[in-house]
């Protein structure tokens, strides 16, 4: 059976910055969308009130602007993805068509859901995050790269150090942070068990 490669080692592409500390959960995804059935059109509604706001103030959010149109990259600052613990905005996110995530810190179940998505979130020193901030904005198009393997971000000629767990970055390395395609890569192994379990084939126990 022929398997997809879920490998994540690199990513490339422009820049989405979006600037202030301790941005949560339901400003990245506003509650009323958590009613929809699925993830597909998240993407659409992505920083929602934010963007509605900056319109009504005549400001273009950065999630609007057509030179960051594309972006793969979003840039962040301090505790980015607090607050509660809503999947849907990393799926939010992922949908918009962010593949990694760098800034300063995360919220910690945020980031565990980024990584159950395969999006990566790679954190900086303050300094190194305010000057690729600094530089990002001044150029949408500044060639860009996370490394996984180097542990590295590179913006503008720039490189900075970036830190991610060891664990979440031998996840994405491996590909085993998709843990459906994991799932059936076994599918033998589950069958093989499922026939060991009474209770799944018809016998009840005493």
């Given at each position: 059976m022929s398997t997809v490669d879920t490998r994540v080692r690199t990513v490339t592409g422009t820049t989405?910055?979006?600037?202030?500390?301790?941005?949560d959960t339901d400003r990245i995804i506003p509650a009323r969308f958590l009613k929809h059935l699925t993830f597909d059109a998240l993407g659409n509604h992505v920083f929602e009130d934010d963007r509605k706001q900056n319109h009504a103030q005549g400001v273009v959010h950065p999630f609007d602007d057509p030179a960051r149109a594309g972006a793969s990259i979003l840039l962040t600052s301090k505790n980015f993805g607090c607050g509660s613990s809503r999947e849907h905005a990393a799926q939010a996110l992922y949908r918009w068509g962010v593949r990694a995530v760098v800034g300063e810190t995360f919220g910690e179940i945020f980031r565990g859901n980024c990584g159950t998505i395969g999006l990566p979130c790679l954190s900086l020193s303050p300094q190194d995050a305010q000057d690729a901030r600094t530089i990002a904005a001044a150029d949408p198009q500044a060639e860009t790269e996370v490394d996984l393997e180097k542990g590295t971000f590179s913006?503008?000629?720039?490189?900075?150090a970036a830190e991610i767990s060891p664990s979440l970055r031998d996840a994405f390395l491996s590909g085993t942070w998709d843990t459906l395609t994991e799932l059936l890569k076994s599918t033998g192994e589950v069958k093989a068990a499922t026939a060991r379990l009474p209770y799944l084939n018809?016998?009840?126990s005493a």
């Open positions: 989405v910055v979006i600037d202030g500390h301790d941005i913006i503008g000629g720039r490189t900075f018809g016998f009840r």
